[in-house]
């Protein structure tokens, strides 16, 4: 299957994409979206990688200062036309340039941030509502910097800005806002200080973080083997986990299981969605059983 | 020979029952699951089953090994069918000896029921109608929850499960 969110359909808004680098990275002390984790890419690399597949079109957000920074520059940009306003001023440039198309907008220091979150938030954009986004797992409160603002919330943020307000969380709340849980829960954990880098670095180190690819061999079995049209195959995929490697193959197989009916096997053995994959692993995804 | 197996050919459920002979038992029960002609409503003409043997098997004697330690039964086995079977086929074959008749029937009825749940067999219908469906999957697939009305349905289609 194509990409879903580059494919239009009449009357839903196309999907763009949003890369948020205007931040001053003041408690980091480094800019954060020059920040690597291993051997991995820069942060906004990384964060345009996994956007990119998913949106119609992809920009990074810039503080008007920024616009001659090699990373920022090389890829296409959206300077904020409002200084000091915090991220916010990155989604009122981006809905002046383009009014017709709703936005994904990304924090660039969300290190954990996986396959699986972007996928499902795309897939459950409700364009009759202002907006899409996760509710915290921590607060319960949505997570504005991973959210999808459709053309029909342009005005109100407009509106919110002029009355001399910032904050998106407290916009997404006043909004006709569509909350999702999240499928991973530390997914969009941010990263703000060197400590908070240190605990993303390590949790990444754990799960075999690194953005090396992996020789994986995926076996299929009944209606999955049927829906792939194989019965196994030997991939090179950059999945660090389980749950990354399902979200990637059903972006290319019209799979009809969700996630939450299969359980994963790795090496012939019951595992969890979030357990590490390692170079030469086999995985299988379990449909529901029915022996007897 | 080995506590969970299967077959790719009809089961001998006398010969199993001979394996689990024991002079110190005084029980023993069993059970088979047989190829019945319909299923919720739908005349059945024939089954499929396949099944991930390597994690098969190991969850199978894991499951058998429970049983003896949790009913304290002698001996237990259990053998299923894989690939194509008619209606009235044996399907599954559960065998428990015991001292006693009432851990067997226990041990007896906690494999048969572990491993449809555990096992990872599946088992594909096919109907008299000419349909055909994976049993426990075709109702699974799930649609985007908070999906709009007035969303057009290719758009639904299309994001499913992307």
Known sequence: MSAPAATAFPGVPPLFGLVLTGGRSRRMGH?????????????????????????????????????????????????????????????????????????????????????????????????????TAYRSSRDGLPEPLCAIYEPRSRESVAAYVAAGRDCPRKFLLSADTLLLDEPNPRALDNINTPAEYGSAMQQLKDTGASAVPRNITVQYYALLREQAGRRSEALVSHARTAAELYAELASRYPFSLAPEVLRVAINAEFREWSAPLADGDTAVFIPPVAGG | MAAFRFSHTPIDSAALRGELADPACGGYAAFEGWVRNSNEGQPVRRLEYEAFEALALREGERIVAEALVRFGVAHAACVHRIGELAVGELAVWVGVSAAHRDEAFRACRYIIDEVKHRVPIWKKEHYLNGDSGWVNCERCASAPRDAPADEPVAHRHVHDHA
């Open chain 1, 31 to 131: 800019d954060k979206a020059t920040l690597t984790y291993g051997d991995a890419s820069p942060q906004l690399e990384r964060a345009m990688a996994l956007l990119a597949p998913r949106v119609a079109r992809a920009y990074v957000s810039v503080r008007a200062d920024q616009a001659d920074d090699p990373l920022r520059a090389r890829f296409p940009q959206i300077p904020d036309t409002v200084p000091n306003l915090g991220p916010i001023a990155g989604l009122l440039a981006a809905q002046a340039r383009h009014p017709e198309a709703a936005w994904l907008v990304l924090a660039c220091d969300l290190p954990l941030l996986d396959e699986m979150t972007l996928a499902h938030l795309v897939r459950q954009r409700a364009p009759a509502r202002a907006a």
